[in-house]
């Protein structure tokens, strides 16, 4: 039985008539003034665990958000049902925080939403030492790790509230807690006596399918066609252009989609999220700057034209879909252009040595979900530490991709990345490399000669596309790399094991079922 108080709130305050899963340990745990560290997917109720627990002890809630953008809707709509509820941000002014703060100091609040930025100023720091704190309530908590995927310098200031308040008890939330980025929170939170509550991860009403991509947008019209026919549902694609080019494309097939990206005026992307959130069965096609807080319980699919930079950033982005536990699809295209570009982002991205093999890990288990011939959520869920059955419903699951042994193809591709180097001096991308196997006489061949090398012509028993997926499983896989502007193809460490001590590879087929439904699509 849990404390009679708590479970009173939730039906007074909220209009619920029962907690969810562990909301109710959890709140009562912080209620009675306990640590603890919530890891929960995004949809699962964070919220309440300590909104609640805020209302029932005595003094203000100060709850630590990065999402300044959100943080007055939050804070209006728990206004609205009767919470006494402010916020300290960058953009207010001068008056209006004077006012909040004095409305906190004299415990006329329930909750205090506070901007990362805040804790920075030590007027803030002093306000929150002399204030009546109920509880402090870290949000998004994995912000406070270097290795996560969503690091902000910010948090690292969040240590000093237990400094300043060792009284006030803490409660640290996060969607995407992966075994490494949960130790680090630990840590760089002081939480090591906290109790752990663990959600589980799964959204079994959504199905995980990933495809070889193709021909990305027809892919995906006919996707939407045939198993979407006028639903709601977000589209993300990694650059603006992208964006703007496939909301048109949608459009002019017959498929209303709203483009979102950060390169529009603000006017127009608030139209835009109001009418996704309005209007029935429209598509909005975003950046992952789209989605941030969307509670919108129906969207049926999530489908992702470029491969997300992380598992943690595929789960976060998929889970949007299903809200309300009705089957839904995460649907994501992926091809070698994909590895090539991200990993081009990765070398070109700021920071030090350290914060780009972090991105490169990141990467290769992205990858290696993508090439994976097991059940995709088993293999999600085991990436956020949680053992599973192999669900049923997911495409490996309903059509088990074949296996084969690639060893031989393999060993073609490496030793030709091999000898365009040491014999000719020569590093190239996997569109001539692969032309040469295949024994292409195209002008830039001829230009270099490279019919004149012995692998040329020995790969001519796969297809363009059956070797594009070599290169890619390859890459996946460790056994290749590529590097450069031009995304070129250099072997590693491991590539040896393959060309000379017998190492076997084994590959994933690609289903060709879907090469066959994407030409029906009409233009
Ligand atoms: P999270 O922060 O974990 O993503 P939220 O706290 O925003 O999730 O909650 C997601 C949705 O679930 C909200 O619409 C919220 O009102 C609803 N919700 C949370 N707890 C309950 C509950 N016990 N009963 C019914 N609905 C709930
Ligand atoms: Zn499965």
């Not at 562990?22 to 709140?27: D, G, L, M, S, T």
């Not at 017959?254 to 009418?275: C, F, K, N, V």
């Not at 949680?386 to 074949?402: A, I, K, V």
């Amino acid at each position: 039985m849990g404390n009679p108080r708590t479970l009173d709130v939730l039906r007074r305050v909220f209009g619920y008539d029962t907690f969810r899963d562990n909301q109710q340990q959890i709140v009562d745990h912080v209620t009675a003034g306990g640590d603890a560290l919530v890891l929960m997917p995004t949809g699962g109720g964070k919220s309440l665990c300590y909104q609640i627990p805020a209302l029932v002890r005595d003094g203000v809630g100060v709850v630590v958000s990065p999402l300044i953008a959100l943080m007055q809707d939050q804070v209006e709509a728990l206004r609205a049902v009767g919470v006494r509820a402010g916020y300290l941000n960058s953009t207010q002014d001068p008056d209006e925080r004077r006012m909040v703060e004095a409305e906190f100091l004299a415990g006329e609040l329930d909750l205090l939403y506070l901007a990362p930025e805040r804790l920075r100023s030590e007027a803030t720091m002093r306000l929150i030492e002399r204030g009546p704190v109920s509880v402090f309530a870290i949000d998004e908590a994995h912000c406070v790790a270097q290795w996560g995927h969503d690091f902000r310098p910010d948090y690292l200031e969040l240590s000093k509230l237990s400094e300043r308040r060792p009284d006030v008890p803490r409660v640290a939330l996060t969607a995407t807690a992966t075994p490494a980025t949960r130790a680090e929170i630990t840590t760089r939170l002081g939480l090591e006596n906290a109790r752990v509550f663990v959600s589980s991860f799964d959204r079994p009403n959504i199905q995980y399918r990933i495809v070889p991509k193709k021909d990305p947008r027809r892919q995906l019209l006919d996707f939407l066609r045939t198993e979407h026919p006028h639903d709601a549902g977000i589209v993300y694609c990694l650059s603006r252009r992208s964006v703007e080019e496939t909301a048109e494309f949608l459009t002019r097939n017959g498929i209303e989609a709203l483009p979102y990206h950060a390169g529009l005026d603000s006017a127009t992307r608030i139209r835009h999220q109001a009418r996704f959130l309005r209007e029935e069965g429209l598509v909005v096609v975003a950046t992952i700057a789209f989605g941030m807080g969307i509670d919108k319980p129906d969207v049926r699919f999530v489908a992702h034209l470029d491969l997300p930079k992380s598992v943690e950033g595929y789960y976060q982005e998929t889970g949007r879909a299903g809200r309300d536990g009705l089957p839904s699809t995460a649907w994501l295209a992926y091809g070698l252009s994909d590895v090539v570009a991200q990993r081009r982002l990765i070398d070109t991205s700021e920071g030090d040595a350290a914060h780009r093999r972090r991105l490169a890990a990141h990467l290769d288990a992205m990858l290696a979900l993508c090439e994976t011939v097991e059940c995709r959520r088993v293999g999600l869920l085991a990436y956020f530490g949680q053992d599973s059955r192999p669900c049923g419903n997911c495409d490996t699951c309903l059509s088990p991709p074949e296996s084969w042994d690639g060893t031989v193809a393999a060993q073609k591709l490496l030793s030709t990345v091999v000898r365009l180097r040491r014999e000719r001096g020569q590093k190239f991308g996997a569109g001539q490399v692969v032309d040469i196997l295949r024994g292409k006489h195209t002008p830039k061949v001829t230009q270099h000669r490279h019919d004149e090398l012995s692998v040329f012509g020995v790969g001519s028993d796969l297809s363009e596309v059956e070797w594009r997926g070599v290169v890619r499983q390859l890459l996946a896989q460790g056994l290749l790399a590529v590097e450069g502007d031009y995304g070129t193809l250099v072997t590693t460490e491991a590539s040896d094991e393959v060309l000379y001590r017998g190492r076997t590879v084994r590959m994933r087929r690609d289903p060709n079922r879907l090469a066959v439904r994407s030409s029906r699509a009409t233009a």
